[in-house]
């Protein structure tokens, strides 16, 4: 059964890098698929080469996205494929993984200016550090609710805009090869939470950010899946301050980001950081 799922994944890739729609597709550089609220984080790199420490930190997502025009049955109104490569030396539990996404996107009109980001993510993840690979699958809803404050001095250029972007989801984890015994599969429903803020964006163009992002997983199902001691409802805080030069929130700039928590999904286990990287959003 596992076979045949990595075989049906595998042939889906294929099928959409091979065709002729991915001529069509538009590209974007984030962070991660899981960012795909306004306030996505960039991709970031970071390379320490003293005499003393080498370490390298290196998160990036590249994905290629068509449009199909409307939205099918609540999600399939985007395709969008995505490898991403996740790897930080700079901490104890060292991270080094590669993600391959094929996700869906619907964007349904509620009415009275309320809409939703419905998402559906199939996954591959290949862990070096922890030599396992599994499957994922998540399912997640964004309510589109923009809050824009401005606050009027001398010619304007202190306005403020914020944004918050509230994210429930629920994900499915089937690790089908591993080094160790835990063979298993979990299940864990999530509550998301952004937050954007950028001063003088007016004058700006947002090409100054502070963004704040806290997630809560809570475990509903184990099937031989989580080793002894680990947390069955982690946290991850994410503080980052970004600058970027051009003054436009999509080129290259530099930030300082503080890591506090875990991201199972991501294999980000127990990890506590001060970083300072080159910060890319395209």
């Known amino acids: ?24 597709f538009e590209y974007s550089v984030r962070r991660s698929i ?14 320490n080469l003293s005499e ?30 995505t490898p991403e490569y996740h790897r930080n030396t700079n901490v104890d539990n060292k991270q080094h993984i590669f993600m391959g996404s094929l996700s869906t996107l619907g964007h349904p009109d509620l009415g009275w200016g309320f809409s939703l980001k419905n998402q559906l993510v199939v996954s591959f993840k290949k862990d070096f550090e ?16 923009k809050a824009i404050a401005a606050l009027y001095f001398p010619k304007n250029w202190t306005r403020l805009q914020f944004m918050f ?10 690790r089908v090869n591993s080094e160790t015994s835990f063979n298993g599969s979990i299940a864990r429903t999530y509550q998301k939470i952004d937050l954007g803020i950028y001063p003088g964006s007016k004058m700006w163009n947002k090409s100054v950010e502070l963004t704040i992002q806290s997630i809560w997983w809570q475990s509903i199902y184990d099937d031989n899946f989580l080793t002894p001691n ?11 301050i970004n600058i970027y030069p051009l003054k436009n929130s999509k080129s290259v700039g530099f930030g300082i980001n503080y890591i506090n928590g875990t991201n199972p999904m991501t294999n980000q286990f127990d990890q506590k950081y001060l970083e300072f990287a080159l910060q890319f959003k395209l």
């Open 52 to 81: 003393t420490v080498e370490s390298i930190l290196v998160d990036i997502g590249i994905s290629g996205t068509i449009d199909l025009g409307q939205t099918y049955l609540l999600f399939f109104k985007e395709l969008t494929i």
């Open 230 to 240: 680990t947390d069955t409802n982690p946290h991850l805080l994410d503080f980052a």
């Open 34 to 47: 899981a960012d795909k609220s306004d306030i996505s984080k960039p991709a970031q790199f970071s390379l």
């Open 130 to 145: 922890n030599e396992s690979e599994s499957f994922l699958f998540d399912l997640n809803t964004l309510p589109v609710w």
């Open 165 to 174: 972007a509230p994210t429930l989801g629920i994900y499915y984890e089937d």
């Open 1 to 24: 059964m596992k076979i045949k799922l990595a075989l049906l994944f595998l042939t889906v890739i294929i099928f959409f890098v091979s065709s002729e729609v991915f001529a069509q």
